[in-house]
Structures are given as structure tokens and as C-alpha cells.
């Protein structure tokens, strides 16, 4: 059995809170008396794409359990891989990351669009260094990227979703061995499907969108900071099953 941490949506910068509520997911995984095979954060690190926000969240996202973070479209690539990363020359390219444990495989895809555009896009590269990354796996693979690549039903995200999805559909259609893709930007919790696949959307960290039936209309009335920051457990069986449970914590 496979158990994972998804998260997504720090925002570190964008309120006082951002700080605290992210400190208390991290320090809520960290007491946790199992190991977890890895702690995923899809995107949305610093709110403004800034050194001293990236420096917070390195000191805030690390964790006795394996962590591997990728941008989003907040996030600024070559500060992302400068402190983040410890790139001494970081370049402008897609931040492409994997992860390799003992019972899985992690593939990071950056699907940011720069400068910090809101929408989302996997550029050649990135897909052609996915494909690699699915071809030569032995183990169960995760897909991980900021953007969803689906209508979710809350229309202000849905605008600025993944664009241009088709091959990464035949991607994932054509690898059996894809798990699930895991994304964010949505900041609510969200299960779907892609390509045949579970679609996991990891809720907000820094704050919750509520849905159009709930009053989420416009941009003011759909973020809401009030109510407290999530996360998501992940489990892969040993029959190939994926179940999500979703936590919510007290912010300190």
C-alpha cells in the first residue's frame, strides 16, 4: 500500500495567514506516527513569485517524509529554482521534476505559463520528457501538475484550466502503469477522472473557492480565507485501487 500527501495552494505571501496554515499541515504530516512513501505540492508556492517567499517556503515544506514541489501560475521559475531548487544558474525553461521511491514514481510537470499567465500549458518539452518518464518506469506512476485538465464545474477556474490537453491524454491513456494525476489551482477538493485515470485536485491551502451554488460568483465571493486549510491522503492498494481521504487542520 501506497500512501500519499497532496497539497497545493500555499499562496505564501498573498495574507499574514499564509505562513501559520501552512505550518500546521506540515507539522500535522510530520507527527503523523507512519511513514508516508511522499508529500506532493502542485503548485502555487509564493503568491507573488519573490526570493523571500521562496526562502519561507523552503523552511515551511520541509519534512521527514520524501517532498517534491512544482510551480504554478503564481510562481516565478528561475527564483522557484534558485531557492527552492539551489540552481545557482536557473534558466527560464518548464521546472520538470521526478521523484523515485521504493513503491512509486512521481513526475512534477510544470504547467506554468510565464510571466505568472493564469492558465495553464504543458509545452513539448515537458511532454516529451514525460513520455521518457512513463516509458522507463518499473513502479505505479503519479502525474502531477498545477493546472487541471478538466472542466471541475467552478466556472472562474474553469477559465483558466489546462489548455491543449490532447497528448497528454494519449500519454496517460497509453501507460498503464499512470495511478493518477494529482493536481491543484482549483482550491477545493475535486475527484474527477482524465484519460481513464483517477483526477485528484488537492483543496487550498491558503484558502477554500466556494462553488456557485454555494454564493461563488465572482472572484470576491468565491475565495473564502475563513475557513481552515486541507489537504488530501492518497492511497494506492495493492489491487491497483485509489482512495482519497481529505483532512482539514487548525491553523497556528
Not at 515544506?61 to 534558485?82: K, M, Q, Y
Request: one cysteine or more; proline letters at 8%; aromatic letters at 6%.
Amino acid at each position: 500500500m501506497i500512501v500519499i500527501a497532496h497539497l497545493s495552494d500555499v499562496h505564501l505571501g498573498a495574507t499574514p495567514e499564509s505562513a501559520g496554515r501552512t505550518r500546521a499541515v506540515m507539522r500535522h504530516l510530520d507527527a503523523l506516527p507512519a511513514d508516508l512513501d511522499a508529500v506532493l505540492v502542485t503548485g502555487d508556492i509564493a503568491d507573488h513569485g519573490t526570493a523571500e517567499e521562496y526562502e519561507e517556503a523552503r523552511k515551511l515544506l520541509t519534512s521527514r517524509h520524501p517532498v517534491l514541489i512544482g510551480p504554478g501560475n503564481h510562481d516565478v521559475r528561475e527564483e522557484f529554482r534558485r531557492v527552492l531548487l539551489g540552481d545557482e544558474d536557473p534558466g527560464p525553461g518548464p521546472v520538470n521534476q521526478v521523484l523515485r521511491t521504493p513503491s512509486a514514481i512521481y513526475a512534477m510537470c510544470d504547467s506554468s505559463i510565464p510571466p505568472r499567465q493564469n492558465p495553464g500549458h504543458l509545452d513539448e518539452e515537458t511532454l516529451d520528457w514525460l513520455e521518457g518518464v512513463l516509458a522507463g518506469s518499473d513502479r505505479p506512476v503519479f502525474v502531477a501538475f498545477h493546472h487541471p485538465p478538466v472542466t471541475l464545474h467552478v466556472p472562474l477556474v474553469d477559465g483558466i484550466r489546462l489548455r491543449a490537453s490532447a497528448r497528454l491524454e494519449e500519454l496517460v491513456a497509453g501507460h498503464p502503469n499512470v495511478a493518477a494525476v494529482l493536481v491543484g489551482h482549483a482550491h477545493t477538493a475535486a475527484a474527477t477522472t482524465f484519460a481513464g485515470r483517477p483526477l485528484l485536485v488537492a483543496p487550498g491551502v491558503v484558502s477554500t473557492a466556494l462553488l456557485p451554488w454555494e454564493g461563488g460568483t465572482t472572484w470576491e465571493t468565491c475565495v473564502d480565507y475563513a475557513l481552515p486549510p486541507s489537504f488530501a491522503f492518497h492511497v494506492l492498494d495493492d489491487e491497483g485501487r485509489m482512495t482519497t481521504h481529505y483532512r482539514v487542520v487548525t491553523a497556528s
